[in-house]
């Protein structure tokens, strides 16, 4: 991991977290796209996070966060498919592995504005999702009043307390 680290791949990645233009076919109809590279790409910032620490800065000076707040509003504009459904939770998890431990990412993913859609994906209609909405708001919540605020104006407790 250090080595992908050293060799420059969190700046290479970040590029591909971004959803390219909306395909159509002759007729003009969209294409649903699918969302493997995206996945993957946050797949592998969630692994660095976790993996070291020290990893969790770098990812996000390389303007990882922006990205993965985008992402995680796409379920908004996109259709449902499996490949979406498994780039929601994968992006929670990653959120999840960045701000664990780390009060200052904890306070960007809120500046950033990820926290409501975070809150929104508690009432997404997949269990995985709403699991890992949850995990990445109890750890942003963590030791951090004014995320813990947000949560409650987002509304997220009713979901939260039937989820148990």
């Known amino acids: 991991m250090d080595t992908m680290v050293s060799c420059g791949a969190v700046p290479a990645l970040v590029r591909h977290l971004r959803a390219p233009e909306a395909v159509k076919d002759d007729d003009g109809v969209t294409q649903p796209y699918q969302h493997e590279v995206e996945e993957a790409c946050a797949n592998v910032f969630g692994l660095l996070a976790f993996y070291k620490r020290e990893h969790q800065q770098l990812i996000i000076d390389a303007g990882v966060l922006p990205c993965l707040v985008d992402l995680l509003r796409r379920h908004k504009i996109s259709t449902i498919s499996r490949s979406l459904i498994s780039l929601l939770r994968r992006v929670a998890d990653t959120i999840n592995n960045l701000a ?51 949560i409650i104006e987002c509304n997220a407790l009713p979901t939260l307390v039937l989820m148990l």
């Open 100 to 150: 664990f431990g780390n009060t200052i990412i904890k306070t960007l993913v809120r500046t950033e504005g990820g926290i409501p859609p975070l809150v929104q994906l508690l009432e997404f209609n997949v269990t995985k999702v709403q699991k890992a909405a949850a995990l990445a708001l109890r750890t942003l919540a963590f030791n951090n009043d004014d995320n813990k605020n947000q």
